[in-house]
Every structure is written in structure tokens, then in C-alpha cells.
């Protein structure tokens, strides 16, 4: 019987390399194209910063135009070709998680929504950097008019998903915004869709 080991290397979305060696053979390798992978065919990477807080604001020109309790304040990215259906995913994603303690003080076992907090949303186009040298480039980010409709649209489903409008508040699109925050514990976490491996268990 001869014993035959085998490798398999991604090369970019197109193709593998698949690699054997038989006992006495030398290394053979051929290419073929994968089946197409769930998380390929998903469009977008929304991707929002999430810190749990006792108290956060935003002001501009140094004036308070958004303040919140305990609860969130979430920066939120939206990139080239996200869509409603991502920011959907997100809401329901980022209402749900449990980032607080239960009423009988358990950690990790309630909501934002399960205390009745609120949530302070901040639109950060920053998150797309990416390095050009000892610049930053910002071009992954989605184009100003593009993305304000749907930072718009994200925070009204981030309103229904919360069951109460009057607990979402957010800074002011495009503005030079200054963001106070008392970050509680400090609880800070990185969401994106799609879902990257690392952040399934």
C-alpha cells in the first residue's frame, strides 16, 4: 500500500493548490476551483466598535447634542458595498448581545435592551484605514452621500430593534464631533459583517 499525504492551499478566491506525495513519489500538484465559500459570497464589512458605558455625549462646536446613561456608545463604519440587509444584521446583532449583568448581578447575562438602556451612535468613516506609508487612506470607507443614507437607515433599525426610539441617540453625520465617554469596566468589543472567523466560537 502506498501512503499518500496531502495539502491544501488557498490561493486568493479562485483556486487551491492541491498537493500529494506518495511513498517513493516525488510531490504532485494540481489546481482546482473551490466550491464557492458561504462567507465569500456575503457582501460588505460593516463594522462597529461597541463600548459599554455609564455615561456618554457628543458635542459640536461645543454644544451637547447627544447624551446617554448606561448602555452603549457604539462607532459604527460602513464600507463600499454594504447594505440595508447588513445593517440589520448588526442592529439585531448589537441589541442582543449580552454585555451586562443580570438583575441578580450574574455577569454577561443581559442585554442592552434587557435593562432598558440606551444607546449613543457615532458614525466613524476611520475605521476603514488603511496604512499608505506613514499616511492613512480612507478609501474602503463608503463615499460621504452613500454612506449617510445608510448610517440613517442603521440608526432607525437600531430604534426598532431597541422597542423604544427615545433610547438611541445619535452624534451628527460628517460634523467635527467630540465624543465624552466613562467606559464601564472598560468593556470594549469589535463587531463586523460579515462575521469574521475569530469572532465565532
Known sequence: LSLL??????????SYFNCGSSRGEGLRCYTSTPRASPVLRLRGGMRCIVQR??????????????RIGKGLMILVGVTLDDTKENAQWMAKKLTSVKFFNSEDQKPWKASVKDIGGEVLLVSQFTLYFRN????????RAMPPEDAKVLYQDFVELMRAEMGDGTKVQDGRFGAMMDVALVNDGPVTAQFEYPEPPSQKK
Open 132 to 139: 499608505k506609508g506613514a499616511n492613512l487612506d480612507f478609501s
Open 53 to 66: 458605558v455609564k455615561s456618554a455625549s457628543v458635542s459640536v462646536d461645543g454644544e451637547v447634542i447627544s
Open 5 to 14: 499525504l496531502t495539502a491544501q492551499v488557498f490561493c486568493g478566491q479562485s
